[in-house]
């Protein structure tokens, strides 16, 4: 699976939007890109996942660069409850064998009032 | 659906002690795995298994065991605690075609 870079942390402002960024510059061709948070304490929670379109649910956004190279999730009105530490991870949607996430450090995101 | 649960929440053991770590999931998902996170790291893939019966090595494999002899539980195994392995233990399970993986809540493991 290929690496991704993210910053250590960021803060946001409260009902402002959050703009977490990832690189994954060796990203091939049949990797997805996955978006999970981890809020202190407790385990991970999905997101959002995309492969080149831009992706929208109602939890976040997704947007993907053209060449796929970077992606920036956007959480469009952040509350204190958004604050976490949020992993980027890219893998094949495959169902073989050890298809497992591999986490990263991520980015923690502080939600300020 | 209580999803994927755990115990026990915390655990405190002596160096050489052995202890199991509990996992269930009642979502029928035939992929189950075991994480473990350090302070202020990721996570990191232990063990997992993609069926009843079948169980691979992860990332991190050495001092724990497994075995999944039904979908719904996946224990996980420490048969001689050592400090080292002091850390958070999350389970998680999702369907063999599914694209989202499904926590518990974690084990906060001490070993002295």
């Known amino acids: 699976d290929a690496k991704t870079t993210q910053p250590p942390s960021m803060d946001c402002a409260e009902g402002r939007a959050a703009n977490l960024p990832c690189n994954h510059s060796?990203?091939?061709?049949?990797?997805?890109v996955y978006w999970y948070r981890q809020i202190h304490s407790q385990g991970p929670q999905y997101i959002i996942h995309g492969l080149k379109n831009n992706e929208t649910n109602e939890m976040a956004s997704l947007i993907i660069t053209e060449d796929r190279k970077s992606s920036t999730l956007i959480l469009p009105h952040a509350t204190l409850r958004d604050t976490a530490v949020y992993y980027c991870?890219?893998?094949?949607?495959?169902?073989?064998?050890?298809?497992?996430?591999?986490f990263g450090g991520g980015t923690r995101l502080m939600v300020k009032p | 659906n209580a999803g994927v649960t755990q115990t026990p929440k915390f655990q405190v053991l002596k160096t050489g002690q052995s202890m199991t770590l509990q996992c269930a999931q009642d979502m029928n998902h035939e992929y189950m795995s075991w994480y473990r996170q350090d302070p202020g790291m990721g996570l990191r893939l232990i063990h997992y298994s993609v069926g009843a019966g079948i169980t691979d090595q992860g990332e991190v494999p050495n001092g724990y065991n497994v075995s999944r002899s039904t979908t719904e539980d996946f224990p996980l195994r420490l048969l001689s605690a050592a400090p080292s392995q002091t850390s958070v233990y999350f389970c998680?399970?999702?369907?063999?075609?599914?694209?989202?993986?499904?926590f518990g809540p974690g084990t906060r493991l001490l070993v002295l």
């Open positions: 060796t990203i091939s061709g049949n990797e997805y």
């Open positions: 998680a399970s999702r369907e063999r075609f599914g694209e989202t993986q499904y």
């Open positions: 991870i890219v893998r094949t949607l495959n169902n073989n064998a050890g298809n497992m996430l591999t």
